[in-house]
């Protein structure tokens, strides 16, 4: 169910609020828009003079001011903050938001209301990530033949002195073999970190046999060569980006 006003009164507004909000603040998420006045003062202190503002107070307690423009809040209380809401002196709407650990309260004050909508929203999706350096490992794990036949993964983010090995493996003559990936393009840095890792796990042997792969969906010419001067390998893989939804079983390049 939702409870919308427009252009309410101040007591018609905290009226609403108290009936619809109050009493279920878990359950309901509340939005005003109106002109207001944002006064913060905790880890640190801050003060927004008079404009017109989104609020949105969430069913955990997050409360957020947004202005016209930016993606970020201007201000915000997290989750497990404690709101009320009263009319003051000059009988404006109140909003009092107070968090304990750490200590922080918020004030908005609004001296004109346009619009205060109350609605339960269900949403129990976890947010799928695609399209990231560990979907390539993943599908090099699930199978190591998209590289090479015989190909034997042994330790997935081997630590050695200059970083993290994505893939440590053995090839099928038994010749330890290092994999780096990259989510798009295998460019120049990438080169310079697999051949710091090589040379890591050569340590003080210079001649001793140890491969370096460098896997991506493109690699430019540049790397290529550089690559070869090392004396360091490439695959070009298009990773396989799959989301849950038939509709949309990728994602572009980010």
Known sequence: MTTTLVSPSMEQAL???QQHHVEKPEKTTLMIIGECQVDYRGRAQSFLDWGQRLILLKQDGNLLVHQPVMREPVNWQPNGSITTFVLNK???????SKHKKPPEKMTITFR???TVLIRQLIDKSSLIIAGMETDVVN???QNPNIIEEGLRIAKREKTVKSGLIDLYCFDKNHVPTIIEVKRSIGNISAVQQ???YVNDIKGDIENAPVRGILCAPRIPDMAKHLLTDYGLEWREIERKVML????QTSLQEF
């Open 90 to 96: 000059k009988k404006l709407l109140e909003l009092r």
């Open 194 to 196: 697999l051949r710091m």
């Open 244 to 247: 849950p939804d038939d509709n």
């Open 139 to 141: 599908q090099i794990m």
């Open 15 to 17: 009226q609403t609020i």
């Open 112 to 114: 004109s209301l346009d």
